[in-house]
DNA sequence: TAAAGACTATACTCACGAGTAACTTGTATT
DNA sequence: AATACAAGTTACTCGTGAGTATAGTCTTTA
């Protein structure tokens, strides 16, 4: 904790640093695989941006393929700690939905976020496209539970909780496609007003 | 037109005959783009399902750039007839726009409407790129003039046609990814239920 | 019957990019 | 001081797959 300004980083910083170096290849790597998608992106690309050279980051990630399921996995584990989170709020099932979509759209238009709706399972080799599909389907089931809770409490109009899941994530995760990062709008505001759009469909009349 | 069963084909027969030929490597191609990924196929694999060698894909078509774009065009033609007809129907501005959502679902259960949405621009060399972003466009801005028009004769709830536009093509544009065409229900019944899960929501109360 | 053209195959070239070997330098450990 | 490890580098290998050169067959046309 006591960061002297010594030359010599103690153990704990030096861990850090290399956190810290890890995340910069990660952060690099996903906004240019978001940017010109991920074959076209070649690992020297991402070296060159950094300033380093391409074992740098064989030395901080495994292959090509750890470098993309790490920025996946960074954006499915906001989306499940958002469903966490929204699971755990007091108020209706219709509330506790809404809390769960808003972030859900401001999480696709971060860097990650946007990473894992624009990343094809394919891409992946399959040991990690397994594990890339098993936390999508957490997500899912954790937006259908959430779904189902509003139904069986009344405060979402009855109907099919998995239709009106694929309904909701798809006008969600679309935003991943269309989103600029430069645009007027604040990813807040773009949230809330479609999230108000989308909930004049599922809320009883 | 007389198809006699001479062994002998005629002119017109022969150029059915490639334009069938043709038709074959673009169907045989977006299946297995659709299943395993553009990158994840190779034409050797696309010509050895067909039972032909690869250079016979070049003969009917340019280069694997172009068997790409001609799958999106298929796609997006179906889209833009859809868009054509349902605009010149009969009816609220609403009915129209129903109809063609209807339409714009049951095309992304279909090969090459699924392709279209499962295609990154970045794919395309910057060519067809160009080409395959105007054709999207031209699409979106269909959606969005039914919407407006909708919205002016009142038969829709006022608000954003470009925000309402993005959430629903969202909405349908990701069946293409979940949807599995050997799933039990139909793809006609699908996108009903689906578009009136949506219409629930742009319908005015 | 000769020449041209359509269609297909075999067998190449060639670039690109993932991944690695081997070496350098600095820092921590014993 | 010696050794081991961390963090990089340069300079490779090597598989893959797009695209092509060349040749062969069959059909149509002059």
Chains 1, 2 share one sequence.
């Not at 894992?116 to 098993?134: C, G, H, M, N, Q």
């Not at 809770?149 to 109009?157: E, I, K, N, Q, R």
């Not at 990813?187 to 759009?197: S, Y």
Request: hydrophobic residues 40%; positive net charge; glycine residues 8%.
């Amino acid at each position: 904790m006591n960061d002297l300004d010594s030359p010599f980083p103690t153990a704990r910083q030096r861990s850090r640093e290399r956190a810290a170096k890890r995340e910069a290849v990660l952060r690099a790597a996903v906004r240019m695989f978001n940017e010109r998608g991920f074959h076209q992106t070649s690992l020297d690309d991402v070296a060159a941006r950094l300033g380093v050279s391409k074992p740098t980051i064989y030395h901080y990630l495994g292959n090509k393929d750890q470098v993309l399921l790490e920025c996946v996995k960074l954006g499915l584990t906001q989306l499940l700690d958002a469903a966490a989170a929204s699971r755990a709020l007091p108020g209706t099932g219709a509330d506790r939905l809404v809390t769960f979509l808003t972030r859900y759209a401001e999480i696709n238009m971060d860097d990650f976020g946007r990473c894992v709706v624009r990343t094809r399972d394919e891409a992946l080799e399959p040991d990690s496209r397994t594990k890339f599909r098993a936390l999508k389907r957490q997500i899912d089931d954790q937006l259908r539970g959430l779904i189902a809770d509003g139904m069986a409490d009344g405060s979402l109009a009855p109907g099919d909780p998995k239709l009106l899941g694929f309904a909701l994530a798809g006008a969600l995760n679309w935003i991943g496609h269309w989103h600029e990062p430069t645009g007027a709008l604040a990813p807040n505001d773009i949230a809330r007003q479609l999230v108000t759009t989308l909930a004049r469909g599922f809320l009883p009349r």
